[in-house]
């Protein structure tokens, strides 16, 4: 049956026209209080990309309200928020890229999403004029935007002549201090990106990524003159220039070593560790300073993105690793030797900056609090971690600000995240003024979710967040059992520091509100606890060994005297839909229904075998165990009712994924409802299209749970 027949509720109360209003209230439902609607708790602001200027006297930051994506500032020191844009419009066009200019004078930022594999450009408007993405720049000033050309990745010289871009693999420049026309700064073999200038703005280098290698260029400006440093057979990336221009650093991984990229076979001996180089920026002579050590926790750390590298003062290089199990931050001098850890073990480093003198960094961590995300300070030579927030808050995006002061986002159970100023350390963080979300937020009636461990049947610790519902009434109430995705994130006791799981958050504690108890469960795979956990044997596709964790959160949930056992629902998003259509097509006996959001339901559709398999036997062995790990494999034990949502321009999940399962589970008789957004990504542009899928999903959750008694 399509939602299309339904009338899409505003408030919890409200049901699906297909059922009349009676049957609630032959429950003693329709008399419940409502303390908000779905439309007040999704009006959450969400705030991102916060950034210092290089005098540390003005910061800038990106807010989603409602859809409406707008660039704001605020300056010392009265630090009041001023919007520099105006787009008025729910078109789901992102902003993101956010960038100060050497004066500080500007910002620049990109509007518009990457390309998909088909070089299309997200749309979820369908706007028949089509979109592009672009960069743009704004003066503080108050004057419109200006386009600077068709792009992303916008890099601005220290110079303040210029700005750097990308546009299909090769790098543009425009001009800054006046209108011009972009122009292909210089043209080379393979896929240029990740600009980087020099100190002084002579110089740029770049990625250039060639399939099984990558090299580390410099475009010199002056001599027009394209040179690759240190060239090798391996996987150059991250280049950072020394402070005074006269080096490159740059991280090193083993290069491809058969067709197509894929791994070895298990009999070949392991890969060289990765490493970390430095150049001579003119000759191109480079020399390895640091080497990972060949065990399993010293893997190249992904995860951590641009902070994996950083040249601080002094000579010392700042980069994250995750020896002895925890990702953290390490140093290193220019002239090599051992390198020693900067922050505690048993905790982990999630994003970390170098501050204006480069003597020291701030990090966001969990030390001291695995539930929540905190600021600490530490010197690029060592010492004591100094915790800068703490309580029972969530802190992030830490960015440098003058005098030693700190500006950084915060949230809490009930306010989303906002913009703060921590003058100096040991005082009192400020919430930036002017910048709070709108009258009718229910600050007062959302919940304090509690935080709860389960130890599951073959002994692992999972952590979970408890949503109780907020009117404490007895008796035995429905319940939801909520997965993330990834499977590398980690849900918080807090609104969430990503738009994802900060619109997740807000759904979950509307569930809460409608007289539901949410259990979110942050299963094996995910970040937060170490490596050990998020490296779990035989998760996902290799055996879906999470599930464990899936059948723990039941039980304990079933054990509790509040809750109706056969009222038991999941939901979840992407890897959370994966869980969500697992827990339905093992166990419809324990799950009632669920609400699976763009999941993978087939791990061996579309999936090539490892090249380097020993046999044909190996690798039917493979796609048999994907298979198994599958939803698909037990689709016909499947009976519960399920709500389909995806967006079919999806890059993340093929949108197959959802019309295959639908097709199967239509076939034997399953109960399908469907919501299909044509032109909408994985993770929705556009904010009427979360508020499309979260009121669906409450309308289905209520109807096949609440209702039924």
Same mark, same amino acid.
């Given at each position: 049956?399509?939602?299309?027949?339904?009338?899409?509720?505003?408030?919890?109360?409200?049901?699906?026209?297909?059922?009349?209003?009676?049957?609630?209230?032959?429950?003693?439902?329709?008399?419940?209080?409502?303390?908000?609607?779905?439309?007040?708790?999704?009006?959450?602001?969400?705030?991102?990309?916060?950034?210092?200027?290089?005098?540390?006297?003005?910061?800038?930051?990106?807010?989603?309200?409602?859809?409406?994506?707008?660039?704001?500032?605020?300056?010392?020191?009265?630090?009041?928020?001023?919007?520099?844009?105006?787009?008025?419009?729910?078109?789901?066009?992102?902003?993101?890229?956010?960038?100060?200019?050497?004066?500080?004078?500007?910002?620049?930022?990109?509007?518009?999403?990457?390309?998909?594999?088909?070089?299309?450009?997200?749309?979820?408007?369908?706007?028949?004029?089509?979109?592009?993405?672009?960069?743009?720049?704004?003066?503080?000033?108050?004057?419109?935007?200006?386009? #600077?050309?068709?792009?992303?990745? *916008?890099?601005? %010289? +220290?110079? =303040?002549? &210029?700005? /750097? !871009? $990308?546009?299909?693999?090769?790098?543009?420049?425009?001009?800054?201090?006046?209108?011009?026309?972009?122009?292909?700064?210089?043209?080379?073999?393979?896929?240029?990106?990740?600009?980087?200038?020099?100190?002084?703005?002579?110089?740029?280098?770049?990625?250039?990524?060639?399939?099984?290698?990558?090299?580390?260029?410099?475009?010199?400006?002056?001599?027009?003159?394209?040179?690759?440093?240190?060239?090798? #057979?391996?996987?150059?990336?991250? *280049?950072?220039? %020394? +402070?005074? =221009?006269? &080096?490159? /650093? !740059? $991280?090193?991984?083993?290069?491809?070593?058969?067709?197509?990229?894929?791994?070895?076979?298990?009999?070949?001996?392991?890969?060289?560790?990765?490493?970390?180089?430095?150049?001579?920026?003119?000759?191109?002579?480079?020399?390895?300073?640091?080497?990972?050590?060949?065990?399993?926790?010293?893997?190249?750390?992904?995860?951590?993105?641009?902070?994996?590298?950083?040249?601080?003062?002094?000579?010392?290089? #700042?980069?994250?690793?995750?020896?002895?199990?925890?990702?953290?931050?390490?140093?290193?001098? /220019?002239?090599?030797?051992?390198?020693?850890?900067?922050?505690?073990?048993?905790?982990?480093?999630?994003?970390?900056?170098?501050?204006?003198?480069?003597?020291?960094?701030?990090?966001?961590?969990?030390?001291?609090?695995?539930?929540?995300?905190?600021?600490?300070?530490?010197?690029?030579?060592?010492?004591?971690?100094?915790?800068?927030?703490?309580?029972?808050?969530?802190?992030?995006?830490?960015?440098?600000?003058?005098?030693?002061?700190?500006?950084?986002?915060?949230?809490?159970?009930?306010?989303?995240?906002?913009?703060?100023?921590?003058?100096?350390?040991?005082?009192?963080?400020?919430?930036?003024?002017?910048?709070?979300?709108?009258?009718?937020?229910?600050?007062?009636?959302?919940?304090?979710?509690?935080?709860?461990?389960?130890?599951?049947?073959?002994?692992?610790?999972?952590?979970?967040?408890?949503?109780?519902?907020?009117?404490?009434?007895?008796?035995?109430?429905?319940?939801?059992?909520?997965?993330?995705?990834?499977?590398?994130?980690?849900?918080?006791?807090?609104?969430?520091?990503?738009?994802?799981?900060?619109?997740?958050?807000?759904?979950?504690?509307?569930?809460?509100?409608?007289?539901?108890?949410?259990?979110?469960?942050?299963?094996?795979?995910?970040?937060?606890?170490?490596?050990?956990?998020?490296?779990?044997?035989?998760?996902?596709?290799?055996?879906?060994?999470?599930?464990?964790?899936?059948?723990?959160?039941?039980?304990?949930?079933?054990?509790?005297?509040?809750?109706?056992?056969?009222?038991?629902?999941?939901?979840?998003?992407?890897?959370?839909?994966?869980?969500?259509?697992?827990?339905?097509?093992?166990?419809?006996?324990?799950?009632?229904?669920?609400?699976?959001?763009?999941?993978?339901?087939?791990?061996?559709?579309?999936?090539?075998?490892?090249?380097?398999?020993?046999?044909?036997?190996?690798?039917?062995?493979?796609?048999?165990?994907?298979?198994?790990?599958?939803?698909?494999?037990?689709?016909?034990?499947?009976?519960?009712?399920?709500?389909?949502?995806?967006?079919?321009?999806?890059?993340?999940?093929?949108?197959?994924?959802?019309?295959?399962?639908?097709?199967?589970?239509?076939?034997?008789?399953?109960?399908?409802?469907?919501?299909?957004?044509?032109?909408?990504?994985?993770?929705?542009?556009?904010?009427?299209?979360?508020?499309?899928?979260?009121?669906?999903?409450?309308?289905?959750?209520?109807?096949?749970?609440?209702?039924?008694?």
């Amino acid at each position: 049956m399509s939602l299309h027949s339904f009338a899409l509720a505003l408030t919890c109360t409200l049901v699906v026209v297909a059922r009349p209003a009676s049957v609630l209230a032959q429950h003693g439902v329709a008399g419940a209080p409502d303390p908000y609607a779905l439309t007040q708790v999704l009006a959450a602001p969400f705030s991102s990309e916060l950034v210092a200027s290089a005098d540390g006297r003005r910061v800038a930051w990106i807010a989603n309200v409602e859809g409406l994506r707008n660039v704001y500032v605020a300056e010392a020191p009265s630090w009041t928020t001023r919007r520099l844009t105006r787009y008025r419009t729910d078109d789901g066009q992102e902003l993101a890229g956010l960038v100060w200019t050497a004066d500080a004078r500007a910002l620049l930022f990109v509007r518009g999403g990457d390309r998909n594999a088909s070089g299309e450009y997200p749309n979820p408007a369908s706007d028949p004029r089509g979109v592009r993405q672009e960069v743009w720049l704004v003066p503080l000033t108050g004057a419109a935007p200006r386009r #600077v050309g068709e792009g992303s990745d *916008p890099v601005p %010289s +220290p110079a =303040g002549d &210029r700005v /750097a !871009f $990308v546009l299909r693999d090769t790098v543009w420049a425009a001009p800054l201090r006046a209108a011009g026309p972009a122009r292909v700064l210089f043209r080379a073999r393979g896929r240029n990106g990740s600009p980087v200038w020099s100190p002084d703005g002579g110089r740029l280098a770049f990625v250039s990524r060639r399939g099984t290698h990558a090299f580390i260029g410099v475009y010199d400006l002056r001599r027009d003159t394209v040179r690759y440093v240190a060239a090798g #057979v391996d996987r150059d990336d991250l *280049p950072r220039w %020394s +402070p005074d =221009g006269s &080096r490159l /650093a !740059f $991280v090193r991984q083993p290069g491809a070593t058969f067709p197509g990229g894929g791994p070895p076979p298990a009999s070949a001996r392991p890969l060289p560790p990765w490493s970390i180089w430095i150049a001579d920026a003119m000759s191109g002579e480079g020399r390895e300073v640091w080497r990972a050590p060949t065990t399993p926790d010293a893997a190249f750390p992904s995860q951590a993105g641009d902070w994996s590298l950083m040249w601080g003062a002094d000579e010392r290089l #700042v980069f994250a690793a995750e020896l002895g199990g925890w990702l953290g931050l390490y140093a290193v001098g /220019a002239q090599g030797r051992d390198a020693v850890r900067l922050t505690p073990q048993e905790c982990e480093v999630e994003g970390a900056v170098l501050e204006a003198d480069r003597r020291s960094v701030l990090a966001t961590t969990n030390c001291g609090d695995s539930e929540r995300r905190h600021v600490a300070r530490v010197g690029v030579a060592g010492g004591e971690l100094q915790a800068l927030t703490a309580g029972p808050t969530i802190d992030w995006a830490p960015a440098s600000l003058a005098g030693g002061g700190v500006a950084f986002l915060r949230s809490s159970a009930r306010q989303p995240g906002a913009p703060f100023v921590l003058a100096q350390a040991g005082g009192q963080p400020e919430r930036i003024g002017g910048f709070a979300p709108p009258s009718g937020f229910p600050v007062e009636a959302l919940v304090e979710p509690q935080f709860v461990t389960v130890r599951t049947s073959d002994s692992v610790e999972v952590r979970m967040q408890l949503f109780l519902p907020p009117d404490g009434a007895p008796g035995r109430k429905p319940a939801v059992v909520f997965f993330h995705g990834g499977p590398r994130r980690q849900m918080l006791v807090g609104w969430h520091y990503s738009y994802y799981y900060h619109n997740a958050y807000a759904f979950n504690q509307y569930l809460a509100s409608c007289g539901f108890v949410v259990l979110s469960v942050n299963f094996r795979g995910g970040i937060g606890y170490g490596r050990a956990f998020r490296m779990a044997p035989r998760t996902g596709l290799n055996g879906a060994s999470e599930y464990t964790d899936v059948l723990a959160a039941a039980a304990w949930l079933r054990a509790r005297p509040d809750v109706d056992s056969a009222r038991i629902g999941l939901w979840g998003g992407s890897y959370g839909g994966y869980l969500t259509a697992l827990g339905l097509a093992r166990n419809s006996d324990l799950f009632a229904a669920g609400f699976d959001l763009h999941g993978v339901h087939d791990w061996s559709a579309n999936r090539q075998v490892p090249v380097g398999a020993a046999a044909p036997q190996a690798a039917e062995s493979a796609l048999a165990m994907w298979r198994a790990s599958s939803p698909v494999a037990d689709v016909a034990r499947w009976r519960s009712p399920v709500l389909l949502v995806q967006g079919d321009d999806d890059r993340n999940v093929s949108f197959a994924q959802t019309v295959d399962l639908a097709q199967r589970l239509r076939r034997q008789g399953v109960a399908v409802e469907l919501l299909v957004f044509p032109d909408e990504v994985h993770d929705f542009l556009r904010h009427a299209h979360w508020m499309q899928a979260y009121r669906a999903g409450a309308d289905f959750l209520i109807a096949r749970l609440r209702e039924r008694r």
